[in-house]
């Protein structure tokens, strides 16, 4: 897409305090794009690299003052072969609760190769003009070759779907018959390739201008425990400006309201037991979620952090992974007569009815949410937010707003903030600060949140690992836990840190407090982490998360 012209509060050289006098606020950017209008958040350019990766030798940091955007990137419609509500169900929905961004990313097969995916497109063309402040992608779930699923969305553009089709068509698994991922199996290591290929190709059309640019997320890693750890890593070597995480957690949090699917109804819809093509390393504990979120991230010092002490960003996200919303009374239209998903690419539209349907989802922004950091309103600065790690999550609205920064403490600017990192000397005295703003209306359940603690994680950065598919972090534990109980409106914790001989990273997580308790790899790692719920007893709303993206410290030396 070639590129609009932009207001001049929009130039990357005007400061963000030029912006917003009490800062670059969320409101004022979205006030700035409805004035602006399709034009404006169609030409946005890309989040500036932070000052410490443009000079590695400076010490300290000063990263722009940011608004987080909220969104979604895992929502499914009509062109999906098993979900049923219409674009204009799913984007009203967002709007309703305060969606600025969000990916539709259908279902891969050859109905939508051939129809579906060209279809959509005119409709999210449609979409996009009628709704200029609603930034919506198109996207794929990509079956990943040997492995489970991802997120796969480009930027807007001319050759947005042309690639989306491209890429579905030689390099997903299910369309392959690329799927098997046994150990030991004849094909296993020829469909692990596979998806390495088509990683790196995705990035050398964005390399080559094909598109302006396209993201990789891996999505439920855990559900069925055939995202091994060294697949993962594979993955982000491949081109880790591309694939740049995974979901923190899954989608399908209404799966076990009490008395709703059944009495083995697991959060996320983590009700599998291993089989042939799980890796074999994973206890069966992994297979559950843990206040909502995948065993991966959840666990102190398991996958997730083995893959940060790597000192490399991988960004963790949440979802709806909106198929069947929970309680709704919709249902599929009937199919016409010699019509099928195969010949058409689309299901027929939803039929209301006055009966509750199966469904396991929430509606997009109505649970969970990923914030991501800009400095400017459009499609690239939400995409460059996402690849530069600044980005929080919360589940059932828990917070309205929360800004990391970890600075020395003799400098006098900002700091560095989510997936950044501060170059400093061994020895330095250095300080994280917390700003959390609490909720300040009741959610869609009736609630109004409350925070209750907020946990910081520190673990040591050693590298690049022997044994790809290591899981654990030893050296990563909670370090600090701040009770913030009854605490209103917007507060700052400042908590002290000190450089020793070695680099890390520090990572934040807190909850509603009402269920907790020793983490998985033991109290003495994790004393008041997210615990599984009993299996048909897992009210979302009663267990609420905010976990943030890691903030990197360099101690020069180490």
Known sequence: MTEQQLPDWADPSVSPAALDPQGLSRRGLLRRAGLFGAAFTLGSTAVPATASAASPQRFGGDDPRLAY???????????????????????????????????????????????????????????????????????????????????????????????????????????????????????????????????KWLAEQRRSGYVDDVLVLANHPLRLGIDSPHEMRNWRDAAPEIMIGMEGAPGAQGAAIPGWRGATSIRGEYENKPSAQSWSGYPADAYLTYGGFDWATATVGGLWDALLAEGRLFSITTNSDNHRTVFDTWKNG?????????????????????????????????????????????????????????????????????????????????????????????????????????????NAQGILPELQHVDVIRGAVRGAVTDRDSWKAPDTKVVHTKDVGGRKGTYTLRIPLTAGDESFYVRLRGSDGNRHGAGYLGASVDPNGPIPHEPGNGDPWADTWFYSNPVFIDVAGA
């Open 69 to 199: 955007l909220v969104g979604d990137h895992h929502v499914h419609s009509v062109y999906s072969h098993d979900a049923k509500y219409t674009f204009s169900q799913q984007a009203k929905a967002a709007a309703k609760y305060g969606l600025d961004w969000m990916v539709f990313n259908e279902h891969s097969n050859f109905g939508h190769a051939s129809y579906g995916a060209k279809l959509e497109h005119q409709e999210i063309l449609k979409a996009r003009a009628e709704n200029p402040r609603q930034l919506i992608f198109q996207g794929l779930e990509w079956y990943i070759p040997a492995a489970e699923h991802c997120t796969v969305f480009a930027a807007p553009g001319p050759h947005e779907v042309d690639l989306l089709t491209q890429f579905e068509l030689a390099y997903d698994g299910k369309l392959l018959g690329y799927t098997e991922g046994s150990a030991g199996a004849t094909d296993t290591a020829r469909n692990e390739a596979h998806a390495v290929k088509a990683i």
């Open 334 to 442: 009937d199919w016409p007569t010699g019509q099928n998903f195969d010949n058409t690419g689309r299901l027929p539209d939803p039929v209301n009815t006055d009966t509750p349907q199966p469904g396991s989802d929430f509606w997009p922004g109505q649970f969970s949410r990923t914030h991501v950091g800009v400095t400017r309103y459009g499609y690239r600065a939400v995409m460059a937010g996402l690849r530069a790690g600044r980005v929080w999550l919360d589940h059932g609205h828990l917070l309205d707003g929360l800004d990391v920064r970890v600075k020395r403490d003799c400098d006098a600017g900002r700091g560095v903030t989510l997936g950044g990192r501060l170059r400093v000397r061994k020895g330095e005295r250095i300080s994280l600060y917390v700003t959390v703003t609490t909720a300040s209306r009741p």
